[in-house]
């Protein structure tokens, strides 16, 4: 039976406190989308006499949509179909056909990877790309992972999330509490939260009463049907913790006595048998993982799950949280755009926690395509949106990039069939793993590290990047002899624009100084170009 404690009459007053609205004082939930997210930050915009940056160019937009949507720069050919495109609907054209397409669901799981796995060393991805061709909704993923049931083949290594923090069920009960629901509640593990009001001790060890039976025996995790959490209050009284919600919903479970000797006995032997065999143990009758699973998706409890995937997806595409830290999702820290915050979730709820939908809504909205330029003064605080914001490329989608920008522009176009392309993109993009994994996933401050300078100075793999060969940008550019059409080759493969009026002279006049040695004018202009601010960004 579910019940409400004093503390989800609090959190209760929590959404009241963030400004949420009551469901039909939003916009319709049948309006698109796109619109939603307009209307909501123009009207920020206005109230506060913000104006807004000005649309990107069009060169510029399909960098950002295919780095964001695809992981990766678009081709050359890519960028001169778009901007030479005289099409009105030509940006939801080039959306849906990057997210039909196999690097869509590539950069997904990378992304989803990077958020679910932060600090461990473990890895979901291949888990995720199967779960993401198969359009699997988010709701499905959660209860997959945290069920860790890999019975099935599609749900082979599902269990690493789980499995790379059971050693540490602290560290567990906080990770389930970030990562799917937006709340960080470590600061309530030793006493109540000094400086939020809705976390308490009984939360922490609440959560953590769902977790702590969850163990691993060989190969495979396993849970028992007992074991309860106990802890000490500030004033130094033992208490038994409830399984408790973040909402402060608590669950009565059955009486789960803790075995007799001779049962523990009974139980070692059996999963001493288990691990032998390599088979998973039998699963108990009452998991309290499901029951976190199905207690957190229920309606009056699904707030949280709703409210963290979107922002989590927002902070990818824009760079920026609707709620800030993403971790920290609680009275004392509301939204900056409550309502959105709140129609965008219901929207995710009402569509079956649909990821797909969820994104290319939020990219083919105006304020995703404002330009990242601010030319008069210093530029509005990031919570208005009024401008793009500057994000350094991930790990992957730099090694994917760099690969394609050194690859000839002629392998990308006719007569290839755009299968093959794509086939050949995809590629690339598991070719680029070899650079992503030598370097660290940047965070909102950004920081060239050590290994990232060594890597872009004189190693082996970028030598690899850099070297000639039939199907590479260097050989292509030595083919042609005027200096001012290697340029633009250069510049249209890496940049993924036409060149700014000085460049073909000041570049084209580097390339002279090289005349006696052209290969190597023609591979510095390209290092110097991959190693840019420019290229190093995603803008």
């Given at each position: 039976m579910l019940r409400f404690s004093r503390w989800a009459i609090a959190v209760f007053g929590v959404l009241v406190g963030h400004g949420y609205a009551a469901a039909d004082d939003l916009l319709p939930a049948d309006k698109p989308m796109e619109e939603v997210v307009d209307h909501y930050l123009d009207a920020k915009l206005a109230a506060e006499g913000v104006k807004a940056a000005p649309a990107t160019d069009d060169a510029n937009l399909i960098r950002r949509l295919t780095l964001d949507l695809v992981g990766r720069i678009p081709t050359p050919a890519e960028t001169r179909a778009f901007v030479e495109s005289t099409e009105a609907d030509k940006r939801v054209k080039l959306v849906d056909r990057l997210m039909a397409s196999p690097g869509f669901v590539w950069h997904q799981a990378n992304e989803l990877d990077s958020m679910m796995m932060a600090g461990s060393r473990g890895s979901l991805r291949e888990y995720l790309r199967r779960a993401l061709k198969a359009d699997t909704s988010w709701d499905q993923i959660f209860r997959e992972v945290l069920l860790a049931d890999e019975s099935d083949a599609s749900r082979k290594g599902v269990s690493e999330f789980l499995k790379q923090r059971v050693r540490d069920v602290d560290r567990l009960t906080n990770d389930v509490s970030?990562?799917?629901?937006?709340?960080?509640?470590?600061?309530?593990?030793c006493h109540d939260h000094p400086r939020v009001r809705d976390w308490k001790q009984d939360h922490f060890y609440g959560m953590k009463s769902f977790l702590n039976r969850t163990f691993e025996n060989g190969e495979f995790l396993a849970e028992r049907g007992y074991g309860s959490v106990k802890f000490k209050t500030t004033a130094g009284t033992e208490k038994q913790a409830k399984f408790m919600f973040l909402t402060g919903r608590t669950l009565d479970v059955p009486d789960a006595k803790e075995p007799s000797g001779e049962e523990q006995k009974k139980e070692r032997k059996a999963l001493e048998e288990a691990k032998?065999?390599?088979?998973?143990?039998?699963?108990?009758?009452?998991?309290?993982?499901?029951?976190?699973?199905?207690?957190?998706?229920?309606?009056?409890?699904?707030?949280?799950?709703?409210?963290?995937?979107v922002n989590r997806t927002w902070n990818r595409f824009f760079g920026y949280g609707l709620v800030m830290p993403l971790d920290q999702m609680h009275s004392e820290n509301?939204?900056?755009?409550?309502?959105?915050?709140?129609?965008?979730?219901?929207?995710?709820?009402?569509?079956?926690?649909?990821?797909?939908?969820?994104m290319r809504g939020l990219v083919l909205s105006q304020a995703y395509a404002r330009s990242s330029r601010w030319e008069s003064g210093e530029p509005p605080r990031p919570q208005f949106f009024?401008?793009?914001l500057v994000r350094p490329l991930t790990p992957s989608q730099l090694g994917a990039s760099m690969w394609v920008a050194v690859t000839d522009p002629a392998q990308f176009g006719e007569p290839a069939k755009p299968e093959e392309v794509e086939k050949r993109l995809e590629g690339m993009g598991d070719r680029g793993q070899g650079i992503a994994q030598a370097l660290s996933r940047q965070g909102e401050d950004y920081q060239i590290g050590v290994s990232e300078a060594l890597l872009m100075s004189n190693s082996d793999r970028l030598k690899d990047v850099l070297a000639e060969g039939g199907d590479r940008l260097i050989n292509r550019m030595l083919q042609t002899k005027d200096a001012n059409e290697r340029v633009e080759l250069a510049v249209r493969s890496i940049f993924s624009r036409a060149p700014a009026d000085d460049e073909p002279s000041l570049l084209g006049e580097y390339l002279k100084t090289h005349e006696d040695r052209p290969a190597e004018g023609c591979r510095q202009l390209i290092w110097a170009m991959l190693t840019s601010a420019e290229f190093r960004f995603n803008y």
């Amino acid at each position: 039976m579910l019940r409400f404690s004093r503390w989800a009459i609090a959190v209760f007053g929590v959404l009241v406190g963030h400004g949420y609205a009551a469901a039909d004082d939003l916009l319709p939930a049948d309006k698109p989308m796109e619109e939603v997210v307009d209307h909501y930050l123009d009207a920020k915009l206005a109230a506060e006499g913000v104006k807004a940056a000005p649309a990107t160019d069009d060169a510029n937009l399909i960098r950002r949509l295919t780095l964001d949507l695809v992981g990766r720069i678009p081709t050359p050919a890519e960028t001169r179909a778009f901007v030479e495109s005289t099409e009105a609907d030509k940006r939801v054209k080039l959306v849906d056909r990057l997210m039909a397409s196999p690097g869509f669901v590539w950069h997904q799981a990378n992304e989803l990877d990077s958020m679910m796995m932060a600090g461990s060393r473990g890895s979901l991805r291949e888990y995720l790309r199967r779960a993401l061709k198969a359009d699997t909704s988010w709701d499905q993923i959660f209860r997959e992972v945290l069920l860790a049931d890999e019975s099935d083949a599609s749900r082979k290594g599902v269990s690493e999330f789980l499995k790379q923090r059971v050693r540490d069920v602290d560290r567990l009960t906080n990770d389930v509490s970030t990562t799917f629901f937006g709340v960080n509640v470590a600061c309530a593990k030793c006493h109540d939260h000094p400086r939020v009001r809705d976390w308490k001790q009984d939360h922490f060890y609440g959560m953590k009463s769902f977790l702590n039976r969850t163990f691993e025996n060989g190969e495979f995790l396993a849970e028992r049907g007992y074991g309860s959490v106990k802890f000490k209050t500030t004033a130094g009284t033992e208490k038994q913790a409830k399984f408790m919600f973040l909402t402060g919903r608590t669950l009565d479970v059955p009486d789960a006595k803790e075995p007799s000797g001779e049962e523990q006995k009974k139980e070692r032997k059996a999963l001493e048998e288990a691990k032998k065999n390599k088979v998973a143990p039998p699963r108990p009758e009452f998991s309290a993982r499901a029951q976190l699973v199905e207690l957190s998706l229920q309606p009056g409890e699904r707030d949280f799950f709703a409210r963290s995937i979107v922002n989590r997806t927002w902070n990818r595409f824009f760079g920026y949280g609707l709620v800030m830290p993403l971790d920290q999702m609680h009275s004392e820290n509301p939204s900056v755009h409550p309502e959105l915050l709140q129609w965008l979730a219901r929207d995710t709820v009402e569509h079956g926690y649909n990821l797909r939908r969820l994104m290319r809504g939020l990219v083919l909205s105006q304020a995703y395509a404002r330009s990242s330029r601010w030319e008069s003064g210093e530029p509005p605080r990031p919570q208005f949106f009024a401008v793009a914001l500057v994000r350094p490329l991930t790990p992957s989608q730099l090694g994917a990039s760099m690969w394609v920008a050194v690859t000839d522009p002629a392998q990308f176009g006719e007569p290839a069939k755009p299968e093959e392309v794509e086939k050949r993109l995809e590629g690339m993009g598991d070719r680029g793993q070899g650079i992503a994994q030598a370097l660290s996933r940047q965070g909102e401050d950004y920081q060239i590290g050590v290994s990232e300078a060594l890597l872009m100075s004189n190693s082996d793999r970028l030598k690899d990047v850099l070297a000639e060969g039939g199907d590479r940008l260097i050989n292509r550019m030595l083919q042609t002899k005027d200096a001012n059409e290697r340029v633009e080759l250069a510049v249209r493969s890496i940049f993924s624009r036409a060149p700014a009026d000085d460049e073909p002279s000041l570049l084209g006049e580097y390339l002279k100084t090289h005349e006696d040695r052209p290969a190597e004018g023609c591979r510095q202009l390209i290092w110097a170009m991959l190693t840019s601010a420019e290229f190093r960004f995603n803008y």
